[in-house]
């Protein structure tokens, strides 16, 4: 089993930016991939970003390319994901998530929730306009 606990999150006004953390535990080495999801009221779990634990190729959602960034640092076992220019579209609960299938095709198959293992607490992202 992976353990996952997100933290970072918090109020911040449109334009900002924000650092969100995700501590991993437990059986890391199992871990293929990781992800951040964020869920807003009312509306499903959507992907955000994605990366190989190995290797490290990252995958993003239309909507935060250019302004959101996904990277780890495996040495520490943390998943970070770095949000700039933050809109209000933006506010969500955030959630990282581990898959230890590989997915293959990484890109077909990397924004898919039922593809995840393991997931986090989430951590409450609010962006004020």
């Known amino acids: 089993q992976v353990q996952l606990v997100e933290s970072g999150g918090g109020l911040v006004q449109a334009g900002g930016s924000l650092r969100l953390s995700c501590a991993v535990s437990?059986?890391?080495?199992?871990?293929?991939?990781m992800a951040w999801f964020r869920q807003a009221p009312g509306k499903e779990r959507e992907f955000v970003a994605g990366?190989?634990?190995?290797?490290?190729?990252?995958l993003y959602a239309d909507a935060v390319k250019g302004r959101f960034a996904i990277y780890r640092d495996n040495a520490e076992n943390t998943l970070y994901l770095q949000m700039n220019s933050l809109k209000p579209d933006d506010a969500a609960v955030y959630y990282c998530?581990?898959?230890?299938?590989?997915?293959?095709?990484?890109?077909?198959?990397?924004?898919?929730?039922?593809?995840?293992?393991?997931w986090g607490q989430g951590t409450q992202v609010t962006v004020s306009s």
């Open positions: 437990g059986r890391t080495f199992s871990i293929y991939a």
């Open positions: 998530a581990a898959a230890n299938g590989a997915l293959r095709p990484y890109s077909n198959y990397a924004s898919r929730v039922d593809k995840y293992d393991s």
């Open positions: 990366i190989k634990w190995v290797g490290g190729s990252t």
